[in-house]
Structure formats: structure tokens, C-alpha cells
């Protein structure tokens, strides 16, 4: 009875946050924004900061590769809430059954949604699935971060980011990225590097305000 309290009860907490904060945070994006007909690429931001992508992608025709663990089944009951589909699996559960359907998405016309370094981590390191879905599917990878003036960070194993309300926010968006080297670890590398420059810039962003 209590797992299926939980199971009703987080998913719509999770959702009610997010709507409150994205709606009380005054929120800028540096790049190019997201709106529906743009042509799909991969969505790639880090696992601490998946609370509040959906705000940025409202009307996205993608699905999200979120987890088979129990949280992973809060978070995708959650984001079915606010709209967005998720395929389920990682590099530890169903990864395989996860990559083939998100190939088969993206064959089909949809943008696929990932966090390169979950479900547990190392925390903000790409993995080498992000590559070989970028490869077999042929789009570009755009890495993603958010940051605001204030915030929280969880004690969990990612420092899970959350946004304090009635404060500002930005959303960076990097141009997009193929993994175009026959050589898998400079595809890598490049990622890598998309992402931690991406970070940087939204983690930065307020640092010369007063």
C-alpha cells in the first residue's frame, strides 16, 4: 500500500515543484532555443539538472532515456505529467532494449532526451553510450544546462540542483555537435568538452551580478 502511495504521490510533487518554480524564476537562454518543427538532435544535460528541462522544452517531440530504477520510474511518471515520453533503461538495466528504441525514435523523425552521465554517475562524465547513440543515430548532440542565482544542492550522489524560487535562471543551449571521428574517444572528448563548457557558462552566468 505505501509503494503505491509513493508511487502516486512523488511523480505529482515532482510536478508541482517544477511548475511553481518555473513559473516564479525569471528565466533567460543563451543559444538556440528550442520550439517545435526544429529538425531532432539529442538533448544531453547532466542527471542533477533534469528538474526543470521540461520548462525548456515544452511541445517536445522527443522521448527521455530514463532509468529502471525505482527513481527513474518517479521521474518518468513525473514528466509524463508535464508531457515529455521517456524510453526506460541504462548502462546498467535494460540499456540495450533503451538504445534500440531510441534509435527506431530517431529513425522516425523524434528527438531523443538523455542524461550522459546516469543513472549513477561518475557525476558529470559523459559515457560512452552517449557516442554510439549519436552514432547509429545520426543526429547531433546539443548539450544543455541551467543555473540560477540561488539554489540548493542535494547530498546525493549527483549534488541534485534545485532551484530557489523567485530568483533568476538561465538555460544554455550549445550549437550542435556530430559525432563525426571514426576515432570513438575524440567523439568523446568532444562531448565531454560540450558539456563542461555548456556548464560552465550557465554556472557563471551570475557571477558579476551584485
Not at 37 to 43: D, R, S
Amino acid at each position: 500500500m505505501k509503494q503505491h502511495l509513493l508511487a502516486w504521490l512523488v511523480p505529482r510533487v515532482i510536478f508541482l515543484a517544477h511548475k511553481f518554480l518555473a513559473f516564479s524564476i525569471r528565466w533567460e537562454f543563451i543559444g538556440t532555443r528550442y520550439t517545435p518543427g526544429q529538425a531532432p538532435y539529442i538533448l544531453s544535460f547532466w542527471h542533477a539538472r533534469i528538474l526543470m528541462m521540461p520548462y525548456a522544452y515544452r511541445g517536445w517531440n522527443g522521448s527521455m532515456l530514463i532509468s529502471e530504477h525505482r527513481d527513474g520510474a518517479f521521474i518518468a511518471d513525473a514528466v509524463q505529467l508535464m508531457g515529455i515520453n521517456s524510453s526506460r533503461g541504462s548502462s546498467t538495466r535494460g540499456g540495450a532494449r533503451a538504445l534500440l528504441e531510441m534509435i527506431r525514435l530517431a529513425r522516425s523523425g523524434h528527438s531523443l532526451g538523455i542524461t550522459p552521465d546516469g543513472p549513477k554517475g561518475p557525476r558529470e562524465i559523459v559515457q560512452p553510450g552517449t557516442v554510439q547513440l549519436a552514432k547509429k543515430s545520426g543526429m547531433p548532440l546539443r548539450a544543455v544546462c541551467y543555473a540560477t542565482k540561488r539554489q540548493w544542492r542535494a547530498n546525493s550522489w549527483d549534488r541534485f540542483y534545485i532551484p530557489k524560487p523567485f530568483t533568476r535562471g538561465v538555460f544554455v543551449i550549445s550549437d550542435e555537435i556530430y559525432a563525426d571521428s571514426n576515432d570513438d574517444s575524440v567523439n568523446l572528448d568532444r562531448f565531454q568538452a560540450a558539456m563542461d563548457e555548456t556548464q560552465r557558462r550557465a554556472d557563471t552566468y551570475f557571477d558579476s551580478d551584485s
